[in-house]
């Protein structure tokens, strides 16, 4: 009991399902290791780790109506899911925290599906991964059990449905980071290709959930990949939730009112 947190303990203790296990963020990893390591063996073609190759068009490109979210005349984004019969209640309890945050602060809102052509099929695959944006139709959002149940990853990969890119691959990432090539297999470069992306005029965030760690795609442990700078001993990687920023450009990617994106200032 020397670690023991009463305040941590107690919430848990009011929050959690009813006969379940709780399972503690070790958070001795960032965010790219343990998606990278979840993924390792998956049969899934995936680009960047974690984003599944779309069936009818370029998967770098979505911040165009066609493959967003549609808002509803209300002012809502209401977005559709299912969630497999895989997942335990407790998994179902840590992807309704997740997505209780961008209820918080959006204009978002996850809706469980009823006859909605375009949702989002929650399922436990070889892998966390996702479509980039609204894909039509049935689009997967994988979620293992054995790696991918961690509040920053789940936002992490709904933030992909969203349409939001990996930070480190942004257009003008060269002023912020420092991509270490002769650290990175060859094989594996195209991951840092960086993306034409729409930043809504929003400032590069060394927090963001959708930024990778330092080591992402090294070929040697230890070896950075990926150096901010001019301080190269900036936090990246993170995976505890949604920054500031991150929360700001979904208000602004979706035409959330003034009045939600003023209660981030």
Known sequence: FANFDPPVFLLRTCLAPVGV?????????DISTQILSTNNNSTEILLEGDL???????????WSNNCLWRKSADGYVRIPYVVSSA???WD???????????HDSTCLRFVPRHDEYDFISIENRDGCFSSLGRAGGAQVLSLNRQGCLYHGIIQHEISHALGFQHEQNRSDRDQYVRINWDNINPRMAYNFHKQYTNNLDTPYDYSSIMHYGRTAFSVQYGKDSITPIPDPTV???QRQGLSRIDILRINRLYGCSEATETKLD
Request: glycine content about 6%; proline content about 5%; hydrophobic content about 45%.
């Open 21 to 29: 296990q709780t399972v503690e963020d070790p958070g001795d990893a």
């Open 52 to 62: 599944l190759v779309p069936r009818t068009r370029n998967a770098m490109f979505c």
């Open 92 to 102: 179902r309890w840590m992807m309704d925290r997740a997505m209780q945050a961008f």
């Open 87 to 89: 997942f335990s209640d």
């Open 235 to 237: 936090q990246i990687g």
